[in-house]
Each structure stands twice: as structure tokens, then as C-alpha cells.
């Protein structure tokens, strides 16, 4: 199952000032939450294991990531067990029990990214303005690790 790719993004009504690259951050944020959360397979654990690391040391981001090792997409197959449960659940769950109690993922990150650009007094011109840094993936995780653990109670799941 595909969850998500960049494509998908840039191939229409995507903004003409930003680069294609810009389409998958939303989606690299995530797979770097489960990279660091240990969420992905155990195939993709192995055949992409120094770029794990790097992602986890923060030196590579979530989106490099995604660009080099996934073409741009995030399957099923990168993700455990646990990682595709929640994943089909939040990240592509528009009729879950999960989203219908609280929200799906890319409304929860373009909540984030609204009420942050609101504080600083500015509006993103889209989603895909979003900048690609540690410091909003720092806001994504602590949103991730909330929704995650909500998610657990919600599926009686230590």
C-alpha cells in the first residue's frame, strides 16, 4: 500500500516558486518520527541502515531520506507491523475510529505549522512553504509522539 508520494504533490496545483524536493517534507517528517521511533521493517532497517543512522545523528533529514532510499514514496513495506497500523490509522486513516476521535495527520501538521506561523505573526503561502529543518520536525515529533500514544490507549496497545 502506498501512503503517500511526493508526486502526488507536485504534479498539479503545487506552487511554481518552490522546488519539487519541497512536496516531500510532510512526508519525510513522518518516516524520520518512525525511523527515531522504531517503527520501520525490519527490510528497510537492513538495506538502508547508514542512512537510518544518519537520520537519527541528524545528518540527514527525514525528506533526504525519503528522496534517496523511497523514490519519493512511503509504502507499507518500510514500515513494522506497528508502524503501518498506526500509520494506516493517522497518516492515511480518513474514516478510522483514530481520526474520526482526533485528526489525521496532515491536519494536525498544518495546524502546527498555522498556529506557529500565526505566534510569528506571518501566514505560509501552502503546506509545501513549510520549511525542511530540525527545529519544525521537533515540532511534528512531539505532535507524533502525543498522537502515538494516543493511538496505543485507543488500540489497548502498551
Known sequence: MKYDDASWHYEGDYPADLPDENAATHIGMFVAWCIASDLMSDEAKEDFAEDMAAVKARQMTGRDYLITNCDEKFYSGDLSEQGNQFAKDYYDGEKSKFVKKYAEYMQDYCDIFNEKAEKAGFEYAS????????????LVAKMLDGRFAQWKVMNYIQ
Open 127 to 138: 503546506v509545501y512553504h513549510v520549511e525542511n529543518s530540525w527545529e519544525n520536525y521537533e
